[in-house]
C-alpha cells in the first residue's frame, strides 16, 4: 500500500504546501475482513474527493500531498503516540487524551457517529506496522515540502485539507447564512494573523461565508507544522461536504464542478501567498 500521492507541480514557485490527510480511498483488503463494518459504512468519516477538490494546485506552483490510505486504517492528523488502548492489545492507559477517548485516535476505533470499526482488539504489531508504513513516510514527506518551501522562500505555509458533515455547521450561521468554510489556526497559535487574514479573505471573494476555529480549530497537524514565530505557519480549512456530495451515498452532485471551480480561484490566491512581498512577520 501506498502512504500517499505526491502531486508536484512543473516549476515550484509557492511557498505553500497543500496537504489532504483524511480523503484517502485505498481499503486494505485486511481492514475490510476485519471490520463489522460493510465497504460503504466504514467510509463515513473519510474526506471523500477533498484531493480533487484541491488537485489544481500544482498549477500555481504548489505541491498537493494526498493520502493514499483511508482514515478509519490510520489518523495521519493525529499524534504517532495518540494509541487508545481500548483497541489495540498491550497498550497501557496514558494520561486523558479526548480524541483517544472517543475512539478517534491514529489507529480510529469507531468512524463516523461512534460506529466501531472492530468487534475486540486488534495486535500491536499491526498497529505498529501501520504507523511505520503509512503514518511515518507521509509525515516525512510533508515536514520535507515544508524545508523545501522553507528554505526557497524563508517561509512555510502549509493549508491542511478537509470536509466537514454539514451538520457540524448546521449552527453556524453569518448574517443569516450558514458557515460554509471553518479556517483553524489554532486561535491564532499555528500561524501569523496577517497570513490567515488572507486566506479568509479569498474564500470570501469566491462567495463563502468562512467561520474561524468554531467547530474545528486544528488538531494533530496544525500544532505540529504550525510555528508562526519561524516563519512556519499552518491553516486547517474544513469544507461543508453538503456543498459538493451527498453524504449518504458518498458521491459527488451537481454541485461538485462549481464548487471545483471556485475553490479554484481560492487555491490560486492561496499559492500566491508572499510570492512578491517580504515574508510575513508572527503577529
Not at 73 to 89: F, M
Amino acid at each position: 500500500m501506498a502512504a500517499f500521492a505526491l502531486h508536484r507541480p512543473d516549476r515550484l514557485t509557492s511557498r505553500v504546501v497543500f496537504a489532504s490527510p483524511h480523503s484517502g480511498n485505498d481499503y486494505p483488503e485486511a481492514l475490510l475482513r476485519d471490520s463489522v463494518l460493510d465497504r460503504h459504512a466504514i467510509r463515513s468519516s473519510e474526506d471523500a474527493f477533498v484531493d480533487r477538490l484541491f488537485d489544481c494546485a500544482p498549477e500555481f506552483g504548489a505541491p498537493l500531498l494526498a493520502a493514499a490510505a483511508p482514515r478509519a486504517y490510520v489518523d495521519l492528523n493525529r499524534a504517532a503516540n495518540e494509541l487508545d488502548p481500548a483497541l489495540i492489545e498491550g497498550i497501557r492507559r496514558g494520561p486523558h487524551n479526548p480524541r483517544v477517548a472517543s475512539g478517534l485516535g491514529v489507529i480510529p476505533r469507531v468512524v463516523a457517529n461512534g460506529r466501531a470499526i472492530y468487534c475486540g482488539k486488534i495486535p500491536e504489531a499491526e498497529a505498529m506496522d501501520r504507523l511505520e508504513r503509512v503514518w511515518a513516510p507521509y509525515h516525512a514527506r510533508l515536514q520535507q515540502l515544508l524545508d523545501d518551501a522553507h528554505d526557497a522562500h524563508g517561509e512555510a505555509i502549509l493549508i491542511d485539507c478537509h470536509s466537514m458533515p454539514h451538520e457540524a455547521v448546521a449552527s453556524l450561521a453569518r448574517g443569516g447564512r450558514r458557515a460554509e468554510v471553518v479556517i483553524g489556526d489554532r486561535f491564532g497559535a499555528s500561524a501569523g494573523a496577517g497570513i490567515v487574514d488572507r486566506i479568509e479573505a479569498a474564500f470570501v471573494a469566491q462567495g463563502f461565508v468562512v467561520a474561524r476555529n468554531a467547530p474545528f480549530a486544528g488538531a494533530y497537524t496544525t500544532q505540529q507544522y504550525g510555528r508562526p514565530g519561524r516563519a512556519r505557519h499552518a491553516v486547517q480549512v474544513e469544507i461543508d461536504r453538503a456543498l459538493y456530495m451527498d453524504e449518504a451515498t458518498i458521491r459527488p452532485h451537481d454541485g461538485f464542478e462549481p464548487l471545483r471551480a471556485a475553490l479554484r480561484g481560492v487555491i490560486a490566491e492561496i499559492a500566491s501567498l508572499g510570492q512578491h512581498e517580504m515574508p510575513l512577520a508572527a503577529e
